[in-house]
C-alpha cells in the first residue's frame, strides 16, 4: 500500500513540475503590465501604430487605445513615462523635438520601422512641362509664380505644413533663403482639407504647387511622373543646426528636405525594464509601399476605426511568419 501511495505522490508531483514548466514557458513577458501609445491626430498614423500595438498584446502587454496628440505633447509625455511609445519618430525631421524633450536620457530608439519617408515640393507636370519647371527657384519669377495663383493675390499659393509638424520649419526658413517670400504663399492649417481642396483644382485642371510627404496617400492618388513633378531647390539649407547638412539625393537630385526613416520611439524606462519590447521595437520594419497603400484605402472609403483595424489585421496575416519571428526573438530578450 505504502509502494502503490509512494508512486502516486511521484508521479503527482512528477506531473505537478510539468505543468509548472509549462505554465512557466508559456508566461508571457508582459503580463499584468498597462501600455499607452501615442500617435498625432493624423489619421494616417493609425495602421503603423495598430501594427504595433499588436505585436505588444502578442507579448502579453495590455495596450490602451492610442491617444492622439500634437507632436510636441507627444514627445513631452513619453518623456515623462505618461505615453509608453510613438511609432512615428521621424528622424531626422522631428530630432528638435526629440532633444528639447530629453534626448537619449529619456527615449529609447533603435532600428528603422519605415526607410525612405521622403518630402518635398511638388508641381503638376503640365504645368512642369509647358514652362520647363523643374526648380522651385524659378517662382522668384512674378510671372511664373501667378501660374499657382489660387485666390487672385498674385502669389503662388503652396499648399504647406501644419504648425508643429516640423516641416513648417524647412518650409518656412526656405521661402526665405530661397527669395520665395514676395511671390509665395505658405498655405497653413488644416492639410487634410487644404490638399483636398488643391486636388480638386487639379482635377479642374488648375496648374498646383504644394508640399507633401510619402508616406501618405497623395502619392497615390497625385502620381509623382504621371501626374506630378518633384521640384528641386536651388541649394541645400535647413534651420537650426542641421544648417550645414547637404540633403542631395543619392540619385543626384535636391529636393530641399534629408530622407528620414521612421523610428519607434518609447519612454526609456520602460524599455530598460522590459527589454522584450525594447526588442520588438528595434525589429519591427514595416514596407513604405504597405503604408502608401493602406493609406489610399482611407481616402478612398475604407477610414474608419474599423476599416483601418481590417487592414492591420489583413496585413498581420499576409506577413505572419515575419510578424510571429518578430514576437518570438522579442520574446528570447527577457
Known sequence: MKYIWKT???????????????????KLPGEGITVQPIQSTGAN?????LIVNKAMQALGYTVKGTKEVDYNVAYTSIAAGDATY??????????????????????????VYI??????????????????????????????????????????????????????EVVEHQLDVFGLRQTVTHNQGNYAAIIADTIARYKKGDSILYYTWVPYWVSGVLV????????????????????????????????????????ILANKKFTDANPA???????????????????????????????????????????????DAWVENAKKAI
Open 86 to 111: 510613438l511609432a512615428v519618430n521621424w528622424n531626422p525631421l522631428h530630432n528638435a523635438k526629440y532633444t528639447g524633450a530629453g534626448g537619449k536620457d529619456k527615449f529609447y530608439r533603435k532600428g
Open 45 to 49: 498614423e493609425t495602421f503603423q501604430t
Open 224 to 263: 509623382s511622373g504621371k501626374d506630378v513633378v518633384w521640384l528641386e531647390v536651388p541649394f541645400s539649407s535647413l534651420p537650426g543646426d542641421r544648417k550645414g547638412i547637404d540633403t542631395t539625393q543619392p540619385n543626384g537630385k535636391n529636393y530641399g528636405f534629408q530622407m528620414n526613416g521612421i523610428r
Open 277 to 323: 519590447a525594447a526588442k520588438l521595437f528595434s525589429l519591427m520594419k514595416l514596407n513604405i509601399n504597405d503604408v502608401n497603400a493602406e493609406n489610399l484605402m482611407m481616402v478612398q472609403g475604407a477610414n474608419k476605426p474599423k476599416d483601418i483595424e481590417a487592414h492591420a489585421n489583413g496585413w498581420i496575416k499576409a506577413h505572419q511568419k515575419q510578424f
Open 115 to 168: 526607410s525612405g519617408a521622403a518630402q518635398g515640393y511638388l508641381i503638376d507636370k503640365k504645368t512642369a512641362d509647358k514652362y520647363h519647371i523643374t526648380n522651385i527657384a524659378q517662382l522668384k519669377d512674378p510671372k511664373i509664380a501667378k501660374l499657382f495663383d489660387a485666390n487672385g493675390d498674385g502669389t503662388a499659393d503652396l499648399s504647406g505644413c501644419n504648425p508643429g509638424w516640423g516641416c513648417e
Open 8 to 26: 502516486v505522490l511521484t508521479t503527482a508531483i512528477a506531473v505537478s513540475a510539468t505543468l509548472s514548466s509549462a505554465a512557466w514557458a508559456e
